[in-house]
């Protein structure tokens, strides 16, 4: 058995990767460990909130307490899928080691058994951490003994099994039946799977009719609606009913007949897999070390484009620009992305678009203006999202070339800087689709239109510069998976600082727009002393938002800098 020995050499880089610089990665250490203690804090209060008010309502509220871990279960479910489909891609295909292991005299089954724990780990450690406050939070709410924390684990570990063993096997299918220099195809059919699987799912639970008195006759009626996402056949639900006998019935022997689903089918799908790896991954993995052609890159309709474009750009950046655009376009690891993200706008703008604003208690026009402020930080946070799969990596994405961009006749500032406008552009043309849409499909204010369109003009310029800086301050030339990229200590400040930012924004925001906003509603003037305090939080978002605009590319680029040196 040398499943041990194969698995070491991870173990051991994991190891020097946390003892590199000791004092340095203590202090990380720290920091993450408290960040992730507040997350940890924050996500149990909000469900220890939620569930304790449900627990509150006689008869209902268990009912909508089982359903919402229902649909918990069901989203970890669909993301640990699509996450193992790509973290298998990496782990047995792509990996440089693996052409050291084939050669070795290692049995099929060591390598299938090695990489589908590296899988499960590196796909699933994310979900299981920031779930765990969920599941306490229940656990506390409903006043539960150790027996369910003990079943909690059983069910866990099968249902993290299936779901990497579903992954897995369409990965390996999709790599038997396409060759290798048809990965776009491969990466594009699976990000119509996801579109797909996303938009069936939020549409069959129909989240706008639950707003709407007018859809439900009587309260069977509505119960029945919070049925559609459930399946007898799903291994979320198989883990629901495990942990609702606990929860709410009292009951640890109802729980064992889901155990035994989750078990069984999980060994079975375990040993389903093996076999169809002992025959086909020799055949996907050969496909999967030839070349590819990308041909868009090589059509004069594109080239003409992006030389039309560039043209006003100089020289220097444009060359830095033109390397960019054709590398992106020639990785389809990336730009098949880009259906994903036009799928999420399109549901975006169509969420608004189904709000039945006139049957709300609150006035419709109060209604909308508040809606669309709120939709700010909504929009942010799309923006960060994005910014963290895009623009973060941009400095990475040099990889071993960073070292032949060093000695181009270029300042590193100017191609760092480079690297912030061709991002900038992107996302602030995203950001601006969303606001703007979204306002009209509102039929807002046109004072809360203009605070709308300015104030995501700052927050993109200081999300993409602290996505940019971050990515320069902590970059990572030596990576196996685009997707890799963001998942170090840097990535997690990005995220934990752009949250932050577009909170800070929100918060200086909200008074003066209600003040704004009630004055025109009721056709008043506004004193003089809110004119101050007006213009005083509208400053302080521009303060802020150069601060954020400046202090991280400083940074990043400051750090680069020392790297060079070094």
Known sequence: MHIPRLLYPKILQNKNRLTAGKNRSRAK????????????????????????????????GVFLASKL????????????????????????????????IISSPYDMYELYFTKFIETIMNSSWMVLLFSLPVFFSYGVVFDQSVWFYIVLIIAVIPFLIISTAMGTALTLGLLTVFPAKRLKDILF?????????????????????????????????????????????????WATDALNALLFQGNAAESL??????????????????????????NAWSKSQEAKTIRITRNRFFNFVLKKILQPVPMQLRAVIDKDMRTFFRDTAQWSQLFILSAIIIIYLY??????????????????NLIAFLNLGLAGFVISAVAVRFAYPAVSLEGESYWIMKSAPLSLKELVWCKFWVNFVLLFVLAEILIIFTNYLLRVDMTMMCISTVTVFFMTAGLTSLSIGFGATYPR????????????????????????????????EAWPVHILLMSRLARKSIEWIQVV?????????????VVVFIVPMRVGIKKLTEREEY
Do not use: H
């Open 69 to 100: 871990l229902s649909m918990i279960l069901l989203t970890f479910f669909s993301i640990l899928i699509f996450s193992n489909i790509i973290t298998s891609l990496s782990t047995y295909f792509m990996s440089d080691e693996l052409q050291l």
């Open 477 to 508: 030339f030596r990576y196996e998976n685009i997707a890799q990229i963001p998942t170090g200590f840097g990535g997690l400040m990005y995220m934990i600082m752009s949250i932050l930012f577009i909170g800070l924004i929100v918060v200086l």
């Open 351 to 368: 969420n608004f678009s189904v709000l039945p604003m006139e049957k709300s208690p609150i006035p419709t026009i109060q209604l909308q």
């Open 29 to 60: 250490a720290l920091i993450i460990g408290f960040l992730g203690l507040f997350f940890w804090a924050v996500i149990f209060l909000v469900f220890y909130r939620v569930l304790g008010y449900f627990k509150s309502i006689d008869v209902l």
């Open 189 to 237: 059919l699976l990000s119509i799977f996801l579109v797909i699987g996303l938009y069936l799912l939020f549409r069959l639970i129909r989240p706008e009719r639950f707003v709407d008195p007018d859809a439900f006759f009587t309260v069977l009626d509505y119960l029945a609606s919070l049925e559609t996402p459930s399946s007898p056949f799903l291994p979320s639900q």
């Open 533 to 545: 305090e007006i213009a005083a939080s509208f400053a302080a978002v521009v303060v802020i938002s």
């Open 257 to 282: 007949f889901p155990l035994l689903l989750l078990w069984s089918t999980a060994l079975a799908f375990m040993v389903l897999l093996n076999w169809a790896f002992d025959r086909l991954y020799y």
